[in-house]
């Protein structure tokens, strides 16, 4: 988040194209299934039940050096197309991107 604040403008802008331009490529492919940027940390709640109470606090779950800026969930053949498509990601150049596959729920 704090590079991005203190960027110039016109990497703020060639970033913002870059993930336009992904996302779009995601869509066009049929592997895009959702998506969207976070907004920053201190806009964050976390919830938390114990002995039946809900406690609320302000900010993140972890205090850690990287933040979650925000998610693409996508549809992929396995494990090796969906870190082709990470790679690809304009994030992954600046940070760290995860993969991690979901456990559909059945009903």
């Known amino acids: 988040e704090a590079g991005m604040a203190a960027a110039p403008a016109d990497a703020v802008t060639q970033m913002s194209s870059a993930y336009v331009s992904y996302t779009e490529a995601l869509k066009k492919s049929g592997a895009w299934l959702a998506g969207d940027r976070l907004k ?54 600046t940070g760290t991107v995860e993969v991690r596959p979901i456990w559909e729920l059945t009903m």
């Open 40 to 93: 920053p940390t201190q806009s964050a709640t976390s919830v938390r039940v114990a002995d039946g109470k809900t406690n609320v606090l302000d900010g993140p779950y972890a205090d850690t050096k990287e933040q979650l800026g925000g998610f693409y969930m996508i549809e992929a053949e396995d494990v090796d197309a969906a870190i082709a498509w990470a790679a690809r990601c304009p994030g992954a150049s």
